[in-house]
């Protein structure tokens, strides 16, 4: 087994986790999840404990022209503990801004995955992260969206 090559198929599972929740494109979204998938977000206060359940609760609550998100994971730390399964730590840096709401949350947090070889192809099994830090605003006069790729 080439270590590096598995380690940057890793990297590039997790770059396409956060642009589809980024883009909303929530097929793309289950696929980087392990059907049995185990996501427990925000330090455990969204918890969810399949595939199916987990793109439920984001394409519910995190979707829309009036819901915007940026999700980035940097700095992986990816061990490859056998020839199906690896852990990866991740430092995340994200925003959101509900336009309805006209709020802004922003943060980051340390992601804590474990990935399983299925087919050929990793998944992430489990994931979840803790905050390090979260602030949340109200966007006053002045604040505007200059593109939103959902706009019609």
């Keep these: 087994m080439n270590e590096l090559l598995e ?18 494109d929530w097929e793309l979204f289950g696929s980087t999840l392990a059907e049995d998938c185990v996501a427990r977000y925000s330090g455990g206060k969204y918890a969810f404990d399949s595939r199916e359940a987990t793109v439920a609760f984001m394409s519910e609550n995190m979707s829309g022209p009036n819901f915007l998100s940026m999700h980035h994971g940097h700095h992986p730390e ?36 474990e990935y399983r070889k299925v ?3 990793w998944q992430i099994s489990k994931t979840g992260y803790e905050r390090t830090f979260e602030c949340g605003e109200t966007l006053g006069e002045g604040h505007m969206v200059m593109h939103n790729m959902f706009a019609d």
């Excluded at 940057?8 to 642009?19: C, M």
């Design 7 to 24: 380690i940057e198929k890793i990297k590039q599972l997790k770059a396409r986790y956060f642009r589809a929740l980024d883009t909303n």
């Design 119 to 121: 087919d050929g192809e």
């Design 78 to 113: 990816i061990e490859i503990t056998s020839e199906t399964t690896a852990t990866g730590v991740w430092y995340l840096q994200d925003m959101v801004i509900d336009l309805n709401s006209n709020f802004r949350l922003y943060g980051a947090g340390i992601y804590a995955d």
